[in-house]
């Protein structure tokens, strides 16, 4: 059995692997490596060696653009709430790899992640010399929680697909339940540059007989959903039309900065449910529906899922850097962090905060992945924004502040560089007022980074990634 000291050691080795998330650079000298094809022959292949975990655990499986993380933590804390041991594999980390492979909301242990690691190596090596391409570090993460569920017994599994559908490394699962959200222009390299394209990559999850619940759509993308599901014999469940949801506008208490949980209608096609949503965020209304109706599929399949479970799951479920509040202490700014990462998740932010927030100004502390549309985003929130302080973060695709600090200024805001998220968070508090908004958004990279300094929470540092 590993020890705890050997975690650093396996995060190292595991590194060495091609990382599509981060870097097309993998070593400790960065070298530039081919980027192995988007296939499902090596997943499929290796986990066939470790005793064939594609299917056997009620399984909900979630793609899409946009609240596919928010979605799998409300169906893995009603199943929790339920009374079921549930797995939830999610992506990307926030503070630690653990973190993406999780039972009963528990991380998976370092000890038990580097004993893992060291047992799937060995198979993982004769995958490698059996295949064109070698394996991932998604691939052997997927491949790591799976073992790990079935090791540890799970009665349902949640799994988050990583990038696209069709070819992404989960994509080898027999589900219960294939769920996309809502779509966007997003990973368009990749996935293709228009939302036919994606919608097709996405509904490449959808599988002969297993049921799906879609978010709304737009109309070209839902016809491609829908002719997915027809081709074969799919049962749609359509959030928006079968299941319909209505909320009640935030209340502010005198004196309150924050509004309290969000309260809602939800119109099932099997009951009516009246709900308090701990997630702040219109979206997040939208991304309950979806948990309800699949929920609903689930009870349908014979599960026992019970309205009290569901009530109680979305009044407790925790999803952090979403809309989450950091900092409410009277006489300083109100810090709040979240992900938004595109340019449609920026406007969502954007409307959202007076919705959810007293305050007189904002300050933004802001960073980005240079491959993102980076114009599209700071468009989307310079209008909310007094003053910008744009941070470079330890992700080594972070764009340039000094490319931010002059998108922001064509705009018309006051914009600053610092070197370090840490000195940019200081600094932003510094500019703000004791009524004022703090806000850090552009990533989920930098609102992770935020929510380090003011939780004291310990990072883990990558040096084999480096910066490109």
């Known amino acids: 059995m590993a020890t705890l000291q050997d975690y650093p050691h396996a995060i190292s080795r595991m590194l060495a692997l091609v990382d599509n998330e981060r870097t097309p650079y993998i070593g400790p000298d960065t070298e530039r490596r081919h980027q192995p094809r988007y296939d499902l022959t090596r997943i499929d292949a290796f986990l066939t060696k470790l005793g064939g975990l594609q299917g056997g655990t009620p399984t909900v499986h979630i793609a899409g653009s946009k609240g596919k993380g928010s979605t799998a933590a409300m169906c893995a804390n009603i199943l929790r709430r339920q009374g079921y041991r549930v797995g939830l594999y999610s992506s990307p980390h926030l503070h630690t790899f653990r973190e993406r492979i999780s039972l009963n909301g528990e991380p998976i242990p370092e000890g038990r992640f580097a004993d893992m690691l060291d047992r799937l190596w060995s198979p993982m090596m004769e995958v490698n010399a059996q295949c064109e391409d070698r394996v991932t570090v998604f691939e052997l993460l997927t491949a790591m929680s799976l073992a790990y569920f079935c090791e540890e017994g799970t009665d349902f599994n949640v799994i988050e697909v990583g990038l696209g559908g069709r070819l992404d490394a989960t994509n080898v699962i027999t589900p219960s339940v294939s769920v996309i959200t809502s779509l966007s222009l997003d990973h368009t390299r990749v996935l293709g540059d228009t939302i036919q394209e994606i919608t097709w990559e996405k509904a490449g999850i959808i599988k002969a007989g297993v049921p799906v619940v879609s978010a709304p759509q737009e109309v070209t993308a839902m016809e491609i959903i829908r002719e997915a599901c027809s081709a074969v014999g799919s049962e749609l469940v359509e959030v928006g039309e079968d299941v319909q949801w209505r909320a009640n506008e935030p209340v502010f208490a005198e004196g309150l900065r924050v509004s309290p949980p969000q309260a809602l209608k939800v119109q099932g096609r099997h009951g ?50 979403r809309l989450e509040v950091l900092a409410d202490c009277m006489g300083e700014p109100l810090i709040v962090i979240d992900g938004a990462h595109n340019p449609y998740s920026a406007r ?121």
């Open 272 to 321: 009516v449910y009246n709900l308090e949503l701990a997630l702040l965020g219109s979206h997040q209304l939208e991304n309950a529906s979806m948990a309800i109706a699949i929920m609903e599929v689930l009870q349908g399949q014979g599960h026992d899922v019970s309205a009290e479970a569901i009530l109680e799951g979305m009044s407790t479920v925790v999803w952090p850097c």
């Open 348 to 468: 969502q932010l954007r409307e959202s905060l007076p919705n959810y927030f007293c305050y007189d100004k904002a300050v933004l502390v802001f960073g980005a992945s240079r491959d993102k549309d980076l114009g599209g985003m700071v468009e989307a929130l310079a209008p909310a924004a007094s003053a910008v302080v744009v941070a470079a973060t330890r992700h080594p695709r972070s764009a340039s502040p000094e490319v931010l600090v002059d998108l922001f200024q064509k705009h018309g805001v006051e914009a600053h560089a610092m070197s370090q998220t840490s000195e940019a968070l200081a600094l932003a508090i510094e500019l703000a007022g004791e009524n004022d908004l703090v806000l850090a958004t552009g990533s989920l990279f930098v609102a992770a980074e935020v929510r380090e300094v003011v939780k004291d929470i310990p990072p883990e540092i990558y040096p084999e990634l480096g910066r490109l």
